[in-house]
């Protein structure tokens, strides 16, 4: 099926891990986000990326790293984990900067 | 910053009803903004863009209207559902795109049948 599909669906690692997210669109959208879902916090943009090799950082990147080498992949990475990153991370897609966006169905991700 | 609140952060209604979901934003220079809903477990499902040029945008049973000059805007649903009920979300992008946008936290909705 086309669409955005993110894995894993949830996934539990220990303080310290580094742990790799995946996102991937089949609608060739050059637009890609990473947000992350908090309590009290709402939806904040981590990093984005409006081309395949175009990156940068959104309101919380402190701690992620991405990549974009290819337009239908945009993995993020968390190199050491701590708990305060403990989320869910939702991946997004769109035709430009200023258009709707598609989400995947997200990451659990819980950091003991 | 731009600062966006959506009152009230739940709803209960009885099935039939229409009800109208509020968007307050602060800074009224915005390219659009962007109506979401979220089912629990799941991602965002984008249900209305509303351009800064526009005043309403109009899907089923689902219509949106944005007022630049005071900060607001609501999304209407007529005759709820059971199906309706989910989390409502705001988006409203910076001046750059949605590369700096601010969410709103959300108006959860249950529509009792």
């Known amino acids: 099926d086309a669409g955005i599909t993110q894995s894993p669906r949830y996934k539990i690692t220990e303080t310290g891990r580094q742990v790799t997210l995946m996102c991937h669109q089949t609608w060739s959208h050059s637009y890609m986000f990473w947000y992350r879902q908090d309590l009290g916090h709402g939806l904040r943009l981590i990093y984005y990326?409006?081309?395949?090799?175009?990156?940068d950082k959104g309101e919380v990147p402190d701690g992620y790293v991405v990549s974009r080498s290819k337009t239908e992949n945009f993995p993020l990475t968390l190199e050491s984990a701590t708990r305060s990153q403990t989320s869910v991370y939702f991946c997004?897609?769109?035709?430009?900067?200023?258009?709707?966006?598609?989400f995947g169905d997200g990451t659990r991700l819980s950091i003991l | 910053k731009q600062e966006v609140t959506q009152i009230p952060a739940a709803l209960s209604v009885p099935e039939g009803e229409n009800l109208v979901l509020n968007c307050s934003f602060t800074?009224?220079?915005?390219?659009?903004l962007q109506w979401f809903r979220q089912d629990p477990g799941k991602g965002l499902t984008s249900l209305l863009l509303i351009q800064s040029s526009q005043r309403e945008q109009t899907s089923g049973r689902l219509n949106a209207s944005l007022d630049k000059s005071s900060g607001r805007s609501t999304l209407y649903i007529a005759a709820s559902q059971p199906g309706d009920s989910a989390t409502y979300l705001c988006?409203?992008?910076?001046?750059?795109?949605?590369?700096?946008?601010?969410f709103g936290t959300g108006t959860k909705l249950q529509v009792i049948p």
């Open positions: 990326s409006a081309a395949a090799d175009i990156t």
């Open positions: 988006a409203v992008p910076g001046s750059g795109g949605y590369q700096k946008v601010t």
């Open positions: 997004a897609s769109s035709t430009g900067g200023n258009q709707p966006q598609h």
């Open positions: 800074d009224s220079a915005i390219y659009n």
